[in-house]
């Protein structure tokens, strides 16, 4: 019996080992990802907080089965042919609707969150979902509607995050017809990068506010915004917790969609 309870032991003590060791393998490939470029084995030693010479192991094989590669001439490792392959593949799947039409109905009808999801369009960011929520918001914009940059929520996210070369004609546009000053652009964007997040009030529709979010998608394009609009303040029972879980939404897409902001691994 205790040979039987020692094997047993033993066969379980190595498949937690070698589970762990899948788990600390991926942890150095993430660090390798996450290098600027090709970096020394000290550095990712570092990032990951492990010893150098355990790095190396893990490093020569994953060399070995084709996830990381070394340079020949500076000794520096960086991402293998393996890793790509394995990234483009994954990104193939990935659909931006395929996770809001996942995700959003569930959080609408836990929170009562009336929720528009837009997409930056060649006339500017337009209505491409539309969640109703409870009590019902009432507006005249649906699905296909298309929204201005500098006056909503929604399209104050594709103006500071999009590069401006592709908001430089709308934006042009709203300041030739007076609803924005080219003088506020520049603090607009700031504005909505540094809260991460766009709010309006009233602009839209009288007694209703909206607070956007971006999804970003692997290269930090916003690939799609999702906008919680609601009553104005101190009429709305749905509180700012619906909304915040909302923004929390958005940022487990964009993580799906493969964006991260750079994270040191110490």
């Known amino acids: 019996m205790e040979q039987e309870e020692a094997a047993t032991g033993g066969q379980g003590g190595a498949k937690r080992r070698g589970i762990q060791s899948v788990e600390i393998g991926l942890h150095v490939l993430e660090a390798v990802a996450a290098m600027d470029g090709p970096a020394p084995l000290g550095q990712i030693a570092a990032a990951c907080a492990m010893p150098s010479p355990q790095v190396h192991r893990y490093l020569q094989s994953l060399i070995a089965a084709g996830f990381a590669h070394q340079q020949a001439d500076t000794g520096r490792y960086e991402l293998g042919?393996?890793?790509?392959?394995?990234?483009?593949?994954?990104?193939?799947?990935?659909?931006?609707?395929?996770?809001?039409?996942?995700?959003?109905?569930?959080?609408?009808r836990r929170t009562g969150l009336t929720v528009q999801v837009a997409a930056l369009g060649p006339m500017g960011p337009t209505i491409v979902r539309w969640a109703m929520g409870r009590p019902a918001v009432m507006t005249s914009f649906s699905?296909?509607?298309?929204?201005?940059?500098?006056?909503?929520?929604?399209?104050?996210?594709?103006?500071?995050?999009?590069?401006?070369?592709?908001?430089?004609?709308?934006?042009?546009?709203?300041?030739?017809?007076?609803?924005v000053r080219a003088a506020e652009v520049a603090a607009m964007r700031a504005a909505v990068r540094a809260?991460?997040?766009?709010?309006?009030?009233?602009?839209?529709?009288?007694?209703?506010?909206?607070?956007?979010?971006?999804?970003?998608?692997?290269?930090?394009?916003?690939?799609?915004?999702?906008?919680?609009?609601?009553?104005?303040?101190?009429?709305?029972?749905t509180g700012d917790a619906a909304t915040?879980?909302?923004?929390?939404?958005c940022a487990e897409i964009s993580a799906h969609l493969g964006w991260r902001e750079k994270q040191d691994y110490r």
Do not use: N, Y
């Not at 393996?82 to 995700?103: E, K, N, Q, S, T």
């Not at 929204?147 to 104050?156: D, H, I, K």
């Not at 915040?244 to 939404?249: A, K, V, Y």
């Open 81 to 108: 042919p393996g890793a790509l392959r394995m990234g483009l593949v994954a990104l193939a799947r990935v659909d931006a609707f395929h996770h809001i039409d996942a995700m959003l109905p569930d959080l609408v």
């Open 143 to 179: 699905v296909g509607s298309v929204l201005p940059l500098a006056g909503s929520a929604t399209g104050r996210v594709f103006l500071a995050w999009m590069p401006e070369a592709e908001t430089e004609a709308l934006i042009r546009a709203e300041i030739r017809r007076g609803a």
């Open 195 to 237: 809260a991460g997040r766009a709010q309006v009030e009233g602009t839209m529709a009288p007694g209703l506010r909206a607070v956007a979010f971006p999804i970003f998608d692997l290269q930090g394009r916003v690939a799609l915004s999702a906008t919680a609009v609601r009553l104005a303040a101190g009429d709305d029972p």
């Open 244 to 249: 915040e879980e909302l923004g929390q939404m």
